[in-house]
């Protein structure tokens, strides 16, 4: 059995899109360890429920 | 997509490689953004939580990295005139003017909502601002128009320091206000020394060049004056909380050296110059690179030892 060998557009486009789930990876873990970061700070609070709207 | 479509050997629209798009963000330009912008975060009197901090310095430097993108969806009709710069992505076809433009802007936005987010909106507005001058100000309007683009656009590469400090203090303070005067002053005679041993065409592009508008004569009194009035800001900022005794002993030395190169480019004349290829001007600049990186290293130095109470007045 023999497959052909990719295109070299194919290998760009493999490229292209690896890299780009990367970098979206890494921007998902960026965002939770900002989350994790702001909310294990001293000064962050939870925003007080306004009792009159309940 | 039938073979004849992928077998063309030029394939230059939506088929561009991840290096081409990382090539439009100019990384040798945003090298040096992470670098001053990490020693203004570092230097404040502020701690920042380290994972905020990286973040900030990241988005940063995808803002600088933005703006260049921005700069080369402008500027493609000269970068495909001048050699220097025909192979860059656009002029080389591999990635087109559109797609150059939408990735400038997307990351433009995005970094800037994400570092007032990460950080906070001051630091931001900074961001913006600096790209909004980069791209409009310098590349749109100055770039063509006059031979003192390089002095004035020289202030968006200035920003970053300022952006950094913001990041921990959330304002703008005379220190800041230092780090940026420092390389907005040093920008024209780094960029004036490469321009006088760089055979450009500049001239073909239209670009209105100080060497070329003003002649080269003109081009090393400006060297030397720009250096004269950079010396007392660089060695004033010793005697402010981002100095010390190590950095006063640092800028000293560095502009005693780059007083004598600018002494020496302008007591020059062409025909000496080209007679030894331009070797004052070509270590001169040299000195510049290295003139930028001593005192900013310096400030990180005396920012890095003042918490042991070493190295402050």
């Given at each position: 059995m023999s497959f052909r060998e990719p295109h070299e557009i194919h290998k760009r486009r493999f490229g292209r899109n690896l890299g780009l789930g990367l970098v979206l990876a890494a921007f998902v873990a960026l965002v939770f360890g900002l989350t994790i970061a702001k909310v294990s700070n001293e000064d962050f609070s939870v925003p007080q429920q306004n009792e009159s709207a309940s | 997509m039938s073979d004849a479509s992928i077998s063309a050997?030029?394939?230059?629209?939506?088929?561009?490689?991840f290096g081409d798009f990382y090539a439009l963000l100019k990384p040798r330009v945003m090298s040096l953004v992470v670098f001053t912008a990490l020693v203004g975060l570092l230097a404040a009197p502020v701690g920042v939580h380290p994972i905020v901090g990286f973040a900030a310095i990241l988005f940063i430097a995808i803002g600088g990295g933005a703006s260049g993108a921005l700069n080369m969806w402008w500027d493609a009709d000269i970068d495909r005139i001048m050699k220097r710069t025909q192979g860059r992505p656009i002029p080389a076809g591999k990635v087109t003017e559109g797609e150059a433009f939408a990735f400038g802007i997307t990351l433009a936005v995005m970094s800037v909502i994400m570092l007032g987010l990460a950080a906070n909106f001051v630091a931001a507005g900074l961001l913006a601002f600096t790209i909004f001058f980069y791209v409009v100000?310098?590349?749109?309007?100055l770039k063509r128009w006059t031979p003192q683009n390089i002095v004035i656009g020289g202030a968006a590469g200035a920003f970053p320091p300022m952006i950094g400090w913001a990041v921990a203090t959330g304002g703008i303070s005379v220190e800041s206000v230092l780090m940026f005067t420092i390389i907005f002053m040093w920008t024209p005679p780094h960029f004036w020394a490469l321009a006088l041993f760089m055979k450009s065409d500049y001239e073909k592009a239209g670009v209105p060049m100080l060497t070329v508008t003003h002649g080269r004569r003109t081009t090393r009194v400006h060297i030397l004056v720009y250096t004269l009035l950079l010396a007392p800001i660089a060695i004033g900022a010793?005697?402010?909380?981002?100095?010390?005794p190590i950095y006063l002993a640092v800028a000293v030395i560095l502009n005693a050296a780059f007083l004598k190169g600018a002494f020496d480019i302008w007591r020059r004349d062409e025909v000496s110059a080209e007679a030894d290829g331009y070797r004052t001007e070509k270590k001169v600049f040299a000195l510049s690179l290295f003139y930028l990186f001593g005192h900013f290293t310096a400030i990180l130095v005396q920012s890095m030892l003042a918490p042991y109470g070493i190295g402050s007045w």
């Open positions: - | 050997s030029e394939t230059p629209t939506g088929e561009a490689g100000i310098y590349s749109m309007w010793a005697f402010t909380s981002i100095g010390g």
